[in-house]
Structures are given as C-alpha cells and as structure tokens.
C-alpha cells in the first residue's frame, strides 16, 4: 500500500482545514480492514495519535482533538479524512496518514499544519 497525504498549510487560529490520505495499491476489500489513524509531530515532541478509525467504522480521539477533530473514510475511494475545527498553535505539526492491519503498518509522507496569526 501506498498513502498519498493532501491538505494542510497554514491557518488562523479558530480556523479549519482537512486533510485527505488516498491508499493507493490494494483493493476497496483489502482498504475496508484496515485500520486508518492520524498521528502528528511537532517539533521537540514524540508523534502520537490524534485519530483513529477502525473498519467498522469505530473511531476513538485524542483528548486534546475530541469535540473539534473528526475522522471519516470513504470505501469507495480508498480515502481517509481528517477535518480540524477550531484548530490552536498547539495543533501545529507535521500529521501522518496510517494504514495498519495484520499484513503491516503504512505511513503518508506527511504534511505540515501551522496554526498562527
């Protein structure tokens, strides 16, 4: 599999952005068991969690993004989505696009999101 990240940039606080993660080289069936997440990394920092969503569509979030950060995916595409609301400078950092499943563990190049006025 391969993960093709898109979206970020640079935004005001309070603002919002989506980021989007196509996996390229498996099948609609092969994608639909995969668990999607989103982690990030910011400068100094270990990379953690942000989002996660399982293929029965059960997601989980970091304490820090509940109730502003929502994730989606859509089969059909192979997508996997990561809108941010109401996003703070501490969200700023460089986000991954990830695929795991027992055949193994995929990541996006990354995309860097900077929250600043």
């Known amino acids: 599999a391969q993960l093709i990240q898109s979206g970020g940039g640079l935004v005001q606080p309070g603002g919002s952005l989506r980021l989007s993660c196509l996996v390229s080289?498996?099948?609609?069936?092969?994608?639909?068991?995969?668990?999607m997440g989103w982690y990030r990394q910011a400068p100094g920092k270990e990379r953690e969690l942000v989002a996660r969503?399982?293929?029965?569509?059960?997601?989980e979030y970091a304490d820090s993004v509940q109730g502003r950060f929502t994730i989606s995916r859509d089969t059909d595409k192979n997508m996997v989505y990561l809108q941010m609301n109401s996003l703070k400078p501490e969200d700023t950092a460089v986000y991954y696009c990830?695929?795991?499943?027992?055949?193994?563990?995929?990541w996006g190049q990354g995309t860097q999101v900077t929250v600043s006025s």
């Open positions: 990830n695929a795991d499943d027992y055949r193994g563990n995929y």
């Open positions: 969503v399982r293929g029965s569509g059960a997601t």
């Open positions: 080289g498996v099948s609609g069936s092969t994608f639909s068991v995969y668990i």
